[in-house]
Structure formats: structure tokens, C-alpha cells
């Protein structure tokens, strides 16, 4: 048999074939080959600065769901019906409410009375955090400084020693001992007298607007521009923070060595002075990841004085409350019959509309420095949320709690089973039943959606 011959034009068209496939072939290899050695050579992202005393405000890992499904009629329908019967008990009877859920665009899945407003609680901690990291910076670190006349390592004997703060919310006592052995190993013999600055805090230090009654209790600690371990003396207030601090810093020097006159000041240090120490302070979002998931009120009332100083160059509650209503305007979030007097939530009058926590906590989702969800507590895990059970919803849920002698409030991100994620804000006065156990239980709820 035969074998069939190609026609020369067959043959050329082969070769041809033949050579673009060849060169194909080593186009390819040699694009692969770059890739790899680009990734290779890529340069590593730079390890994030260690924490200093607090831990790391990382975002809980969540597995994604495998498809997101969005919300139908069927769905918000039964989720709301569902929510407004957990509620029921804790309303009937209550002073004031108002509750809100959206979904992870805005959509809304459950009101009622969304615009009212109520005592928030610690949750307007809330509120404080997001302005503080828009006005100081993320990575804004608090100094705290002891200044003198003379130059640094000029001299053994310092006539006044200024403590001057920031308002650092942070700052130990073995801060302050560290600053004496600093000063001792700068050469420093005697220090004829302390002085505190107090320029970083104006105002009355324990808020006129507090309840009276809880005064002298540990939650409702003093501000200062120079604050030593809270302003807590053990676990009571302490009445003179510049003296308190004035003190612990001439114990700590006498303990090193250093001869210390009596006379203590309460004045601003000169422009011209020099920096014999400067201690700074963990970063802003290390601290606030504190200040939520621990609901520390004394971190919140320095924070907000922190804000005003930077922002209006006067370290005030009013002026603070200014930065946080302008900051509220910026970002777009509604404030209906917002009304506020402090930074941490310690004051009844306080008055915030779910509708206005929620939409913050959506603005501030996804926008990295400035995202409130890896500071807030864990279900069951962290903080104020430990211990505290939210069943098949634990391990899918940030949030921050608040109460007060008649208020709870619970503001936060749940993951749903199809859905994506689902902000929440529930606040509740005056309840004769049980609010917690409604607001965990619609949280759970929203989990299994």
C-alpha cells in the first residue's frame, strides 16, 4: 500500500506549525522563569512593631461561607419576625429603646424605632475610639516627658524636674521608676524640686454629668494630663493626680539615689527646657483595643481630651464631644437626637440612636487603620464578652457591650451561615425583663441565617 504523499505546501504549512509551537513553548518558559525569580527577589513586608503591653488587634479568623447568598424578601421578613419576638419580653415595659440590623451593604434587615435614641452605655466608647484614630493617627503614640533647664547629661544637680504628660491613659508607676534610673545613669545626683505640667487637660477631672453617687468608685477614676496607673491608688480614685504622680516619681528617684527636695509644683515647663527622658506609649489602636474590649472609662475620658487638644488645641470635654460630632458629619453617619456629654458612656443623659452606632460601625468596616471590628471583644472569648455564651453564633461575633444601673446596650458585626456579615446595635433603658438575653439570643439568630 501507498503511502500518501504531502504536497509541498502541506510540508511548508507543517514546518511552519512546527516552529510556532517550538517558539511557543520557550516564550512560555522564559515568562515563567522571570516570575519566578521576581517572587524570589520580592521584597518581604515589614513584620508589624512589636506590641508593647498589649496584644495585637487581629481580626478573628472566620471561614468564609463557600457561596454569599443575598438577602430576599423571605428572608428579611422571617429574620425580623424572628428578632421582634426575642425582643418582646425586654421591651414591654421599657423606658426607651431602639434597635437596628443591616447587612454588610446597608440594607436594612430589622428597625424598630431605629431613629430614637437611648442611654448607650459603654457603647459610645464606640464613637471616642473612631474619632481618636481619625484625629491622633493609628499609630499616634502618647509621650510622656521629664524635662530641665540645663542640657542633658550637663549636670548632677537639677533645680526643677517638670513631669509633663499627654494625657497617656497607659502610663505605670514602673514607668516612672524606669525614668529614675534613666536619670541616674544620666548622671543626676539631687533634683531640688518636682513640678507637674498640666497643660494637657482642661476641666473638672471627674465629669459634672457622672452620677454623684459612684464617686470614689474605680470605674470613675479622675483625668490628667500626667495619669499614673489609671489614677487609682489599688483600686481607689485617687483626689490630686498631679500630686499622686509627683510623688510616685520622687519615690522612684530617692529609691535610685538621687536626693529630692519636698517642694512640689503644678506648673507649665518652659518652651526651652531639655529632654532628660521620653517614654512613649504602646500605638493608639493597641490602647483602644484595650479601651473596648476591657471598656476601660478612663482610657476613654483621656482619649477624648487627647482628640480636643489635637484637634482645637484645648484639652476639653466640649471641645472633644466637637471633634466627635464633626468627625460624625465627615463619615455621613445620621445623628438624630444625638446628645453627648463624656467620652466613656459613664453619664445617663448620654442620648445615641441605634441607627447612628450601626451606620458608624459601617463606615469604619473594610477601611483598614481605621476599621473598628479587630478592637472590638470576641464572643465568649475576650474582655467584657468573656464567659458570656451566644451559642452557635461564639467565634462569629465582635461587639461591645454596655451597661449602666438601667441601660444595655450590644453594637457589633455578626458573620451569618449565607449571608456575609450583619451589623447590629441594640440599646435598651429601663427594661423590667431581661434585654441581655434578647440581645444575645437575636444575635444567635442572625448567626443561623
Not at 505605670?172 to 498640666?198: E, H, Q, T, W
Not at 454623684?212 to 479622675?222: F, L, S, V
Request: proline share 7%; aromatic share 6%; no cysteine.
Amino acid at each position: 500500500m501507498k503511502s500518501k504523499r504531502r504536497s509541498p505546501s502541506e510540508s511548508r504549512l507543517s514546518r511552519l506549525r512546527k516552529r510556532i509551537a517550538i517558539v511557543a513553548t520557550l516564550l512560555f518558559a522564559a515568562y515563567a522563569l522571570v516570575v519566578i525569580v521576581l517572587a524570589a527577589h520580592r521584597r518581604p513586608e515589614a513584620p508589624a512593631s512589636a506590641a508593647l503591653t498589649f496584644a495585637r488587634a487581629t481580626p478573628i479568623p472566620v471561614r468564609p461561607p463557600e457561596r454569599y447568598v443575598s438577602w430576599n424578601g423571605a428572608a428579611r421578613a422571617a429574620i425580623a419576625r424572628k428578632i421582634a419576638r426575642l425582643f418582646a419580653p425586654s421591651l414591654q415595659g421599657a423606658h426607651r429603646y431602639s434597635l437596628f440590623v443591616i447587612d454588610e451593604r446597608g440594607h436594612t434587615l430589622f428597625a424598630d424605632r431605629a431613629t430614637s435614641t437611648a442611654a448607650p452605655a459603654s457603647a459610645q466608647k464606640i464613637i471616642v475610639a473612631e474619632t481618636a484614630l481619625r484625629v491622633l493617627g493609628p499609630g499616634f503614640r502618647f509621650p510622656t516627658l521629664l524635662v530641665a533647664r540645663a542640657p542633658y547629661r550637663s549636670t548632677a544637680r537639677i533645680g526643677t524636674l517638670w513631669a509633663v504628660g499627654s494625657g497617656d491613659p497607659s502610663l505605670l508607676a514602673s514607668d516612672l521608676r524606669n525614668a529614675a534610673r534613666a536619670l541616674r545613669a544620666a548622671g543626676v545626683k539631687s533634683v531640688a524640686r518636682i513640678a507637674v505640667d498640666p497643660s494637657a487637660s482642661i476641666g473638672a477631672e471627674i465629669n459634672p454629668h457622672w452620677n454623684p453617687e459612684n464617686d470614689g468608685a474605680p470605674y470613675q477614676a479622675p483625668t490628667s494630663a500626667l495619669s499614673v496607673d489609671g489614677n487609682l491608688d489599688g483600686s481607689v480614685p485617687v483626689t490630686d493626680p498631679n500630686h499622686y504622680a509627683a510623688e510616685i516619681l520622687r519615690k522612684a528617684l530617692v529609691h535610685v539615689g538621687i536626693v529630692v527636695g519636698p517642694r512640689t509644683l503644678v506648673s507649665p515647663a518652659p518652651l526651652t527646657a531639655s529632654i532628660w527622658w521620653n517614654h512613649r506609649s504602646a500605638p493608639l489602636r493597641d490602647l483602644e483595643r484595650h479601651m473596648l474590649v476591657q471598656s476601660d472609662n478612663h482610657y476613654a475620658e483621656q482619649l477624648l481630651r487627647a482628640v480636643a487638644l489635637r484637634a482645637y488645641g484645648r484639652a476639653s470635654v466640649a471641645d472633644g464631644i466637637r471633634a466627635e460630632r464633626k468627625m460624625l458629619r465627615r463619615m455621613h453617619v445620621p445623628t438624630p437626637g444625638i446628645k453627648l456629654l463624656d467620652g466613656s458612656g459613664l453619664s445617663h443623659g448620654n442620648r445615641v440612636a441605634a441607627l447612628t452606632l450601626a451606620t458608624l460601625l459601617l463606615r469604619t468596616r473594610g477601611t483598614g487603620a481605621y476599621d473598628m471590628h479587630p478592637l472590638l471583644a470576641r464572643a465568649d472569648l475576650d474582655g467584657t464578652l468573656q464567659g458570656i455564651d451566644f451559642g452557635p453564633a461564639d467565634g462569629r461575633v465582635r461587639a461591645k457591650t454596655g451597661h449602666l444601673d438601667d441601660a444595655s446596650s450590644l453594637e457589633g458585626y455578626v458573620r451569618t451561615r449565607r449571608h456575609g456579615e450583619v451589623i447590629f446595635a441594640f440599646l435598651v433603658n429601663g427594661s423590667p425583663g431581661d434585654p441581655d438575653r434578647s440581645m444575645r439570643r437575636s444575635v444567635e439568630a442572625l448567626s443561623l441565617m
